[in-house]
T-cell receptor, first 111, second 111 residues
Framework: DVKVTQSSRYLVKRTGEKVFLECVQDMDHENMFWYRQDPGLGLRLIYF???????EKGDIPEGYSVSREKKERFSLILESASTNQTSMYLC??????????FGDGTRLSIL | RKEVEQDPGPFNVPEGATVAFNCTYS??????FFWYRQDCRKEPKLLMS???SGNEDGRFTAQLNRASQYISLLIRDSKLSDSATYLCVVNGAGGSYIPTFGRGTSLIVHP
């Protein structure tokens, strides 16, 4: 079974803090993704990565950065958290020509 | 025009009913298609892939109509536990192979 592990289920941070969300997959797949999901807006792609040290912007990269130093780990960074980044964050991994598998999600609240 | 469109619903059906959802996509070159199920406050989980010839998994049937550019999901003999949001996913909808998610269709099965 595919396992995608996100470091926190719930997280509360303050405006202006630097926030790290971690994601680890155990399938040795190249492709990893970060989404946010908000009511009525569906899943929106923030960043994705096809390989170690490689990253590509998704639809809404502003205010975020990512890091992929190892194949199994893809980190999302909120450089200076703002209240409009309160959301559910979902990490996914994907093998070639295969469907995505998601982590449990992180509910992030920025106060 | 949105790349992947779904009727948000909600579809309210009694137990035992048959219900069908459609999902339209804009790029005729799209290559692979999936249905995901998402329960409230949980991550999306793969329900089934959609093959050109159509495919069935128990009470669930998925079909692809390339000529009209839509996929469908049919649920027979609905159970209370089928209540969820159903997301369609299209690879290649936006002209790249990055998966594009629909915003989901909400299904409520009542006694």
């Amino acid at each position: 079974d595919v396992k995608v592990t996100q470091s926190s289920r719930y997280l509360v941070k303050r405006t202006g803090e630097k926030v790290f969300l971690e994601c680890v997959q155990d399938m040795d797949h190249e492709n990893m993704f970060w989404y946010r999901q908000d009511p009525g807006l569906g899943l929106r792609l923030i960043y994705f990565s096809y390989d170690v040290k490689m990253k590509e912007k998704g639809d809404i990269p502003e205010g975020y950065s990512v890091s992929r130093e190892k194949k199994e780990r893809f980190s999302l960074i909120l450089e200076s958290a703002s209240t409009n980044q309160t959301s559910m964050y979902l990490c996914a991994e994907e093998g070639a020509s295969q469907p995505q598998h998601f982590g449990d999600g992180t509910r992030l609240s920025i106060l | 025009r949105k790349e992947v469109e779904q009727d948000p619903g909600p579809f309210n059906v009694p137990e035992g009913a048959t219900v069908a959802f459609n999902c339209t996509y804009s790029n005729s070159a799209s290559q692979s298609f999936f249905w995901y199920r998402q329960d409230c406050r949980k991550e999306p989980k793969l329900l089934m892939s959609v093959y050109s010839s159509g495919n069935e998994d128990g009470r669930f049937t998925a079909q692809l109509n390339r000529a009209s550019q839509y996929i469908s999901l049919l649920i027979r003999d609905s159970k209370l536990s089928d209540s969820a949001t159903y997301l369609c996913v299209v690879n290649g909808a936006g002209g790249s192979y990055i998966p594009t998610f629909g915003r989901g269709t909400s299904l409520i099965v009542h006694p």
